[in-house]
């Protein structure tokens, strides 16, 4: 009991603190609350940031934030597993396309991380990647290039972003043209690549530097069918040139340049 009250008189003795003349104790009891409101408002606006920015998607301001603030905590990883299966740092990756479900993104893994605030033990997880246009990505501002754009073929750019580890659905390919070529399977995930996309100015790198062929001048694309001149070696699509699939097979093809 004495006990008790040695602590009631040390705490009359730091109310003198903040009481001033004429202070009753219910008025040092709001003084006391109002001190005391200001750190549950930072702790509550912490996680209502952390809502916020996670419902406008704006992952990449998050992680600059919790990489600056000491109340969340970021961890890294160099792997990660999707659908069973393991997908690495510098790996490729399928990306689920919520516009068009059919044909998923396609992106190269930059980095892995989660964010959680301090208290709480809801995880965030969420990937860098680096963006691969896809044909139909790309035509909207090409339209001419569709014909002779693969649609098993990507286009690197320096776009990058943060996504959710969620939406990554497989990990994928992506090779070079010839490799595309000589493969003797194609699976669905294996994609190919011979050109920069540049989104800012809305127009290829490189495009000049790739051999054309046919009358119509166009790149070559793996999917379309190309017969061969025996006499020039240069190639045509059948479409151009007025033949059908199988037509020329079993004889010699000569080009109209070379009759």
């Known amino acids: 009991m004495a006990e008790f009250k040695e602590v009631q008189n040390q705490v009359k003795k730091q109310d ?19 001190i005391s409101k200001p750190k549950q408002q ?17 992952f990449k301001e998050l992680v600059n934030w919790a990489e600056k603030d000491t109340s969340i905590t970021l961890h890294e ?39 959680k605030e301090n208290k709480s033990t809801k995880l965030i997880c969420l990937c860098e990647v680096n963006w691969f246009y896809r044909k139909s990505e790309i035509i909207k501002f090409k339209p001419q290039a569709k014909q002779w754009i693969s649609n098993n073929e990507v286009f690197s750019t320096n776009c990058t972003d943060y996504i959710l580890a969620s939406t990554i659905q497989l990990p994928c390919r992506i090779v070079t043209l010839e490799e595309y070529e000589t493969s003797s399977q194609v699976d669905k995930g294996v994609f190919f690549t011979r050109l920069e996309w540049l989104p800012t100015k809305k127009k290829f790198d490189g495009l000049s530097k790739l051999q054309h062929h046919c009358t119509c001048k166009q790149p070559q694309n793996p999917d379309q069918i190309y017969i061969q001149c025996d006499k020039c070696q240069k190639w045509y ?6 033949l059908k699939k199988g037509e020329y097979e079993q004889k010699e093809y000569i080009c109209g340049c070379c009759r």
């Not at 699509?237 to 007025?242: E, F, S």
């Open 16 to 34: 003198k603190f903040f009481r001033k003349s004429g202070d009753s104790d219910d008025s040092v009891e709001k003084l006391k609350k109002k």
């Open 42 to 58: 930072n702790s509550i606006s912490t996680s209502q940031k952390i809502k916020e920015m996670f419902k406008k998607q704006q």
């Open 77 to 115: 990883y160099d792997e990660m597993k999707v659908n069973s299966q393991v997908l690495k740092l510098g790996q490729y990756a399928l990306i689920k396309n919520a516009k068009n479900p059919s044909e998923d993104y396609v992106g190269k893994i930059q980095r892995i991380v989660t964010i």
């Open 237 to 242: 699509h059948i479409t151009c040139v007025g």
